[in-house]
């Protein structure tokens, strides 16, 4: 005789609420169609130029303490509430960015510009990054208009003989050159990467040619805010390191031209700039900064760490999106070498606090073993403890934490266009006195350079750059560039690639071995096609070919992820023509 | 089906056929990655002129807004802290020469002097000031006053390493106490927790400090001081008083409802050699003391107390820290005088054995061991603070005479863990939970 198990008791009451039965069903319904592939491939959304006429927005300053909690505490609890976000993370489907093109690149825009990856820069070109000018001129006379009251470095506002305006920076004393030299190689690399920042120079100046304007407003020792005197500045530059011959040496970084609006937050968009219709947590530009910053370990990316400014260029008046404060980077913490956390641990890090907690003190990282620094003008920068996927900023940042594999893969595609010597050459700019210490920083910087570029190319499958050309017997076939062999972490001999080819979303072929070849002819399965499909014109202009590739590395078991190539052929002229590609995430 | 379950299908039914048909109808990404270009084409394409601008997108599709309102309304608290700090943080963040004036006002800027919470879970909560440096480099000036729950009140002044010439050096210490809910539970090591009294306890005490420093890390001397204790009903509600119970016990308890003072004369020796303050991972703390404490104007009480603390830092590795400790103290009648029941050695708080209550068990000797391993959480080099947990195990014994008692067997174990915030100067907050026979108990300190 059948008897109920006791326990199922409460199951079957379940099942027997018609109000779940629906839920069940809605959820298993949608569940399937989620499952489904959809073979035809839909073209990418143009998204409008942002650089349209706009009223003046107006100025705003984010409250940094305010932006910490946020993103701290609320915008946390925000996130493990959000039921959608954790489903996707469940069935491996995090949302993409939502301004890519048909090859998972972006446009230039207010944004970005592309540049080395896409065109590699000269070396001229490299080491002049946005500067247009030569820079304050020590020559002459610096009229300090304004301390500086933001920040922890010590610094003022100038303008010099030319009328140009300037904030000076210094080194913290006993580590010169640390900070200054950092800013300046950031900006040059940030520059060449494509964002937009500021024209950043090192200087030398000598304390008598600076002159106090009237009225220029200081906050003292004693937090009293008030005008500052001769003595004050005399103060201020006695905590600044000098050469032997009393010149001092600074970062003068320019004046953005244009109106400063105040920094960007990493979410959401400006409500006053209308040109502003990608939510910033969603744009591959800032999600993929995520793979800079940390080969940089520039870990001071909060919202405000940054300049919104409203410009006047090429006919329009539009907001322009300013990378900044480039200080805490490197090995440099701005006013000190950094910590050992930084880059690892969140300043707060509740997470790693608990992780840490439970360990029991057993899981000793590399990064907290005390560790001598080298090179003060360095401060505390290895490859060694370096894990490009687990970096972290001094607190959560909402684009970087929306970061898909993906958006790495094209950063990474940034970091990697850095050839030696654009690093030599860039590394160079920071002027660095000790030439041990330049050659540290640069076997570091490539160090660190490889190891991104492995680590993010082996999560996606990495072929990129997918033309249609002619092979050597003038047949017409898809060629393809390997990004992990172009920038020599494996060699071609290491290679091998698989494509499988589909037609209207039929499989014809599986398992073409290319061998390490990077063209796929697809004049020869245009005759698989005919035979197969017994078709003399097989073709409509909406028909897709859909090209499936794969890379399998020497010493490797498994074969990547895969990248579909869609391509359709012109039935007037045979030509074929490459709508897009779909890497998996 | 029951009726009550019938009403809600009824009702909700119609309702999720239509949330389910148009949720449907929208097909959701979840499974699909690529774009819905029928929306966003529509959103995409309209040509920009010059006053036409594009539609903004929205960082969530339409079923993740819908399948996120559960999320959105349990998230509604989260969001209105935030809304509430954010002007106070703003005002924080603009008025930077106001937050800095304040923050002067707590310690002044080379960090001789300043103002700073502090609470212990047996004084309450209150203030500490302190000034270094006072009249002679290194000496150091605090004043601390507590107060807690059922008016207990603490108020301690210190002056400390007061250089008067050479390696000569004196201190003075005083503070005034008043504790009015004291737990006795009787004298003995096997006291029961169910023979709970209490009783009030305001001491007076004074004491000067005359020494040397024998070399960098170790000063020893004579302490003279001066203490009056009054011990009288005790205040805790549910509890019966220690001056309620029965005469005979009463009578075994010395001390009780009444006000002596106290002359102490003491040789002290102390020993820290601690390459940390904040965090020690090597070194020594030694504390060595032996006296005579003599009733005044009342020839009844009067004994001797000597007592050896030592504690070890020993480095396992990248700042794990094993902390081993023994103590010991002895207290011994003088003559045919008494030892009020306050001076007995005791075992039961968090400076003995953590999980207990202070004061629960006393008698003349006392032996105590701890073995407590320190590792970090949280490393902050440039803010020069960091964070410690710690796992401990605390085992004592007390005794009319340790050395004919002495028994493992006979050793109240308290064992627990806790996190330490510290800075270079020395610990700046703790946090303990302590697991005894008992139960468990929990300990908080900052600036103590």
Redesign the interface.
Same mark, same amino acid.
């Given at each position: 005789m059948f008897t109920m198990n006791q326990n199922l008791l409460p199951l079957r009451r379940l099942l027997s609420n018609n109000l779940f039965r629906y839920f069940l069903y809605f959820f298993l319904m949608n569940l399937m169609m989620g499952c489904t592939v959809n073979h035809l491939y839909k073209r990418a959304v143009v998204l409008p130029d942002d650089i349209l006429n706009i009223p003046e927005p107006k100025a705003k300053k984010i409250n940094f303490g305010h932006d910490a909690y946020n993103k701290i505490i609320t915008h946390q609890m925000d996130q493990s509430l959000d039921l959608a976000r954790q489903l996707r993370h469940v069935f491996g489907k995090p949302k993409q960015a939502l301004n890519v093109d048909d090859f998972g690149e972006v446009v230039d825009s207010s944004w970005f510009t592309n540049r080395n990856a896409r065109l590699p820069l000269s070396l001229e070109e490299i080491a002049r990054g946005p500067d247009r000018s030569q820079g304050p001129d020590p020559t002459q006379t610096w009229t300090v208009t304004q301390a500086k009251l933001e920040g922890v470095t010590p610094g003022f506002y100038i303008k010099d003989s030319r009328g140009d305006r300037y904030v000076i920076k210094f080194d913290p004393m006993g580590y010169s050159e640390l900070a200054t030299a950092a800013e300046v190689i950031c900006t040059k690399i940030f520059y060449a990467a494509g964002y937009n920042v500021p024209e950043n120079y090192i200087t030398y100046f000598h304390p008598s040619i600076l002159t106090l304007a009237k009225e220029v407003k200081f906050i003292d020792d004693k937090g009293l805010q008030r005008v500052m005197t001769e003595n004050d500045l005399e103060k201020l530059l006695q905590k600044v390191d000098r050469l032997p011959d009393g010149r001092i040496r600074a970062l003068a970084s320019k004046f953005v031209g244009g109106k400063p609006l105040g920094g960007f937050r990493y979410q959401g968009t400006r409500e006053d700039d209308p040109n502003d219709i990608v939510p910033h947590e969603h744009r591959r530009e800032l999600r993929g900064l995520y793979v800079l910053v940390a080969w940089l370990k520039h870990f001071d990316t909060k919202a405000g760490n940054n300049l919104d400014v409203y410009v006047s260029e090429k006919g329009h008046s539009f907001v322009k999106h300013y990378l900044i404060d480039f200080g805490s980077a490197l090995g440099s913490d701005a006013v000190a070498p950094q910590s050992r956390h930084k880059g690892h641990e969140f300043d707060v890090d509740t997470k790693a606090l608990f992780g840490n907690i439970l360990s029991f003190g057993l899981d000793v990282k590399l990064w907290e073993k005390p560790s001598k620094i080298q090179h003060p003008s360095i401060g505390r920068f290895n490859a060694q403890d370096f894990d490009p996927g687990d970096s972290r900023s001094n607190y959560p940042n909402p684009a970087f934490e929306n970061c898909t594999n993906l958006d790495s893969y094209w950063g990474a595609k940034l970091v990697m266009s850095f050839t030696d010597r654009q690093l030599e050459t860039i590394i160079k700019q920071g002027q660095y006195s000790d030439p041990e210490a330049e050659a540290y920083l640069l076997q570091t910087l490539k160090e660190r350079r490889d190891r991104t570029g492995r680590y993010w190319y082996s999560q996606v499958n990495p072929l990129d750059m997918f033309k249609i050309t002619q092979n050597s017997s003038g047949a017409s076939g898809l060629s393809f560039k390997d990004m992990g062999v172009e920038g020599n972490l494996w060699s071609a001999e290491q290679s091998k690639y698989l494509y499988d080819f589909a037609f209207r979303g039929e499989t014809i072929l599986v398992g073409i071995d290319l061998g390490n070849q990077t063209f796929v002819e697809l004049e020869n399965l245009a005759q698989i096609l005919e035979q197969k499909m017994m078709i003399k014109e097989p073709y409509s202009s909406g028909d897709q070919w859909e090209i499936t590739l794969r890379v399998q590395r020497q010493g490797g078991s498994k074969w990547s992820k895969w990248i579909k190539a869609y391509l359709v052929r012109n039935p007037a002229n045979s030509e074929f023509a490459l709508l897009g590609i779909h890497r998996q995430n | *089906?029951s009726p009550k379950?019938k009403k809600?299908?009824r009702l909700?039914?119609p309702l999720?056929?239509f %949330?389910?048909l148009f949720? %449907?109808s929208l097909?959701? #990404? =979840? +499974?699909? !990655? #690529?774009?819905e $270009?029928d929306e966003?084409?529509e959103?995409?394409?309209?040509? !920009?002129s010059?006053t036409e601008?594009?539609?903004?997108?929205?960082?969530?599709e339409t079923?993740?807004t819908l399948?996120?309102i $559960?999320?959105?309304i =349990? &998230?509604i608290p &989260?969001?209105l *802290?935030?809304k509430a700090? #954010?002007p106070i =943080? !703003?005002w @924080? +963040? @603009?008025a930077?020469?106001?937050? !800095?004036?304040i923050? /002067?006002l707590l310690v002044s800027?080379d960090g001789k002097r300043g103002l700073l919470p502090s609470t212990s879970d047996r004084t309450g909560f209150g203030l500490k000031f302190f000034q270094k440096d006072l009249i002679t480099p290194g000496s150091h000036l605090d004043l601390t006053v507590r107060a807690g729950i059922s008016w207990r009140q603490f108020c301690r002044l210190r002056l400390r390493d007061f250089r008067l010439g050479g390696p000569l050096v004196t201190e003075f210490y005083a503070h005034y106490m008043y504790l009015p809910t004291e737990r006795f539970y009787g004298i003995g090591n096997d006291s029961q927790k169910e023979n709970e009294s209490n009783f009030s306890h305001l001491q007076i005490m004074a004491e000067a400090f005359l020494g040397t420093y024998l070399g960098q890390s170790t000063k020893s001397g004579l302490v003279f001081g001066l203490a009056r204790n009054i011990i009288s009903e005790g205040k805790r509600s549910g509890v019966i008083s220690t001056t309620d119970l029965r005469p005979d016990v009463k009578e075994k308890i010395p001390g009780l409802d009444e006000k002596i003072n106290y002359l102490l004369v003491q040789f002290n020796l102390v020993h820290d050699s601690r390459n940390r303050l904040g965090n020690p991972s090597a070194g020594w703390e030694i504390d060595l003391q032996g006296g005579l404490y003599r009733g005044t104007g009342n020839a009844e009480y009067g004994f001797w107390k000597a007592s050896a603390d030592f504690r070890k830092y020993q480095h396992l590795?990248?700042d /794990?820290v094993l902390v081993l400790r023994i103590a010991a103290e002895i207290t011994e009648p003088k003559e045919d005088l008494q030892i009020p029941f306050y001076y007995l050695s005791e075992l039961g708080r968090r400076e003995t054995i953590r999980g207990f209550r202070r004061g629960r068990f006393r008698d003349e000797d006392l032996i105590l061991s701890s073995l407590e391993?320190r590792?970090?959480? *949280?490393? /902050?080099?440039?803010?020069e603070l960091g964070?410690d947990?710690l =796992?401990f195990v605390d085992a004592g014994q007390v005794a009319s005479d340790i050395f004919r008692q002495f028994s493992m067997k006979e050793f109240h174990v308290g064992f627990g863990g806790g996190?330490r915030i510290y800075s270079k100067n020395g610990r700046i907050f703790q946090i303990l939970a302590g697991k005894s026979s008992d139960g468990l108990r929990f300990y908080i300190g900052l600036y103590d």
């Open positions: - | *089906m379950n809600t299908t909700l039914s999720l056929i %949330l389910c949720i %449907l097909q959701p #990404a =979840l +499974g699909s !990655s #690529a774009q $270009p966003k084409e959103k995409g394409d309209k040509k !920009s010059e601008y594009p539609e903004k997108l929205k960082s969530e079923w993740e399948i996120n $559960p999320g959105k =349990l &998230f &989260f969001w *802290m935030d700090l #954010a =943080l !703003s @924080v +963040g @603009v930077p020469q106001v937050t !800095s004036k923050a /002067r800027a590795f990248y /794990r391993y590792y970090p959480v *949280m490393i /902050r080099d440039n803010f964070v947990a =796992l996190l």
